[in-house]
C-alpha cells in the first residue's frame, strides 16, 4: 500500500509540475520575458565586454558604454519601425483598393460577383474574430501596437541588463562561498558551457541576421519595393526565429509589391531576390558560421519553436532556441536526466 501510494505521489507530481510551471511561466510573463531578454543581450555583449575588461576599463564605464549602446540601439529601432509602420497602416486601404481590383480580374473570369466575395470574404474574417484572430489590416495595427508596448519594456530590460552586469563579476564568488569549492566546480563548468554556446550562438546568428536584413534592405531599394527598410529590420528580427522566420519575412514584401506596382516582373523579381538571400546565406553560410554549435535536434528545435511561441507569442519563438540549448546543456549534468539530454541533441555519438 505504502509503494502504491508513493508512486501515486510521484505520478501525480509529474503531472501537476510542468501544469504549474507552464501557469506561472505564462502569468509571470511580464517579469520574465523582459530579463530574458536583458540575459541574452548580456550574452550578446559578452564579448565586446570582454574586450574593454581587458583593455583595463573600469567596470563602471564598461557597464555605461554598454548600456549607452543598447539604448541607442533600441530607440533607432523603435524610431525606424514607428516611421514606416505609421506609413504601412495609412497606406493600407489603397492596397486593399488594388487588392479588389486584381481580385475582379479574376473574379469576372469565375463570372462570380464582387458583392457576393466581398460578402464571403467578411464572413471569413468575421469567424476569424470569434476565434481570437484578426484581419490582416487590423493585424498591422495590433502587432505595430504590441511592438511599441514591448519597446515600452525597453526600461525595464536595461534595468535588468545594468544589475546582471553589476552581479556578472561577483557571481562566481558568491557561488564558491555559498555552495563549497568541490560544489562550485561543476556549477561554475556547467555555467560556463552554456555561456559559450548561448553567447556563439547569439553572436553568430546576430552578425548573419545583421547580413540577411542588410541585403533585403539594399535588394528591395534597387528593386523599389515599397518599405525596404521595413521588410530588411523583418528579415534581421524574424532570422532569429529558425525554420519558419525567414519564410513568414518575405510574404508581406511580395504581396505588397504587387498591389503597389500591379507588375508581375517586379514582384518575381522581388520573390526571387529574397529565395536567393535566404538559400545563400541560410544554406551555405550559416551552416558553415554556426555548424553545430548548440547540438539541437531540428525537430527539438521545431517543438520548442512551437511551444515557447504558443507560451509567449513572437518574444517566446525568438527566445526558443536559446532557452532549450541552456536546458539541454543543464541536463546533461546529472546522470538522471542525461538521456533527455542525449533526446534533445543532434549527434547521438557526442
Sequence with gaps: MTNRTSHLLDLTCMVVF???????????????????????????????????????VPMIIRILLTVLVLAVIFYGLERILQKNLSSLVQSWPQFEEKFWIYANMIL???????????????????NLSKEGLKPIGSMVQYLSGSFFSFMGNAVWVILFVIFILSERAALARKIVKGFGPEKAIDILDTMRRINKSVQQYLGLKTLISLLTGVLVAISLSLL????????????????FIPNIGSIVAGIPPILLTLFDSGSITK???????????????????????????????????LLSLLFWGWLWGIPGMLLSVPLTAALKISLEQ?????????????????
Design 18 to 56: 510542468p501544469i504549474a510551471l507552464v501557469f506561472i511561466l505564462q502569468h509571470m510573463s511580464f517579469i520574465l520575458i523582459p530579463f530574458l531578454f536583458a540575459l541574452l543581450f548580456c550574452y550578446a555583449i559578452g564579448l565586446p565586454m570582454d574586450y574593454l575588461q581587458k583593455r583595463h
Design 267 to 301: 514582384t518575381l523579381l522581388v520573390t526571387v531576390a529574397f529565395v536567393v538571400i535566404q538559400t545563400v546565406v541560410g544554406n551555405f553560410v550559416e551552416p558553415r558560421v554556426l555548424g553545430k554549435g548548440l547540438d539541437l535536434s531540428p525537430l527539438v528545435v
Design 224 to 239: 523599389q519595393a515599397p518599405f525596404p527598410f521595413l521588410w530588411g529590420l523583418l528579415a534581421f528580427l524574424l532570422n
Design 108 to 126: 469576372s473570369r469565375l463570372e462570380i460577383p464582387e458583392e457576393e466575395a466581398r460578402e464571403t470574404l467578411k464572413a471569413f474574417f468575421s
Design 334 to 350: 546529472f546522470d538522471n536526466t542525461k538521456p533527455i539530454a542525449i533526446i534533445l541533441g543532434d549527434n547521438p555519438k557526442k
